[in-house]
């Protein structure tokens, strides 16, 4: 596509919820990331791939967030039994090797 | 490790003032720098990079240099239109960081008329 989609836009989880975030990257960008930024803040780095390999996953904040990149194009970040301090926009960005980044509008999650 | 730090917003212009948004780095080696815009209820968008000290980037009037005696990247604009409203990020990419971008918390313009 044109830029990277992320779906859903919004989304509203009860606390211990398992929600399912997707990016879908630029066509052909090897290299994708995902950010987290909480209200007020930058964007903090979660993890990165390139193609299907996850080479990083050091930003991940516990061992309830997980991301996959099967096939080296479509992207889910899950994290697993939601809790308040997981509220946040939540971005994916993609890139040629070496090359700029594009980002995408961002999933808003609110844990109530 | 490597860490940027901006001007706190929000700021406040009238059309057609001068804009400076500081940003000063903390990193080993050679970083690369940027400036991302957010607008409002849009994603983040590259507005301007350097990759080497005394380079100067530019995009849409607006300018930064980057200043490796003063671990510096500071955004200007000569004259600000109501349309640059927009939450401005300073990043770096560096050697201690790798291909992530390293972000500062962001700065609020608002410009009016």
């Known amino acids: 596509g044109a830029g990277v989609s992320q779906s859903p836009r919004y989304k509203v989880a009860k606390r211990g919820q398992d929600v399912a975030l997707r990016c879908d990257p630029i066509s052909g960008h090897v290299s994708l990331f995902w950010y987290q930024q909480a209200l007020g803040q930058g964007p903090e780095f979660l993890t990165y791939?390139?193609?299907?390999?996850?080479?990083?996953k050091s930003g991940l904040p516990s061992d309830r967030f997980f991301a996959e990149r099967p096939e080296g194009s479509v992207s889910t970040l899950k994290i697993q039994r939601t809790q308040q301090e997981d509220s946040a926009v939540y971005l994916c960005a993609s890139s040629l090797e070496g090359g700029g980044y594009t980002f995408g509008s961002g999933t808003r999650l609110t844990v109530v | 490790g490597d860490s940027v730090t901006q001007m706190e917003g929000p700021v406040t212009l009238s059309e057609e003032a001068f804009l400076t948004i500081n940003c000063t780095y903390t990193?080993?080696?050679?970083?690369?720098l940027f400036w991302y815009v957010q607008y409002p209820g849009e994603g983040l968008q590259l507005l301007l990079k350097a990759t080497k000290a005394d380079d100067k980037g530019s995009n849409k009037g607006f300018e930064a240099t980057y200043r490796k005696e003063t671990t510096s990247f500071h955004l200007e604009k000569g004259s600000v239109q109501v349309s640059d409203s927009a939450v401005y990020f300073c990043a770096l990419s560096g050697s201690n960081s790798g291909y992530a971008l390293n972000f500062g918390k962001g700065t609020s313009l608002l410009v009016t008329p």
């Open positions: 791939f390139q193609n299907e390999a996850q080479l990083d």
């Open positions: 990193a080993t080696g050679y970083p690369s």
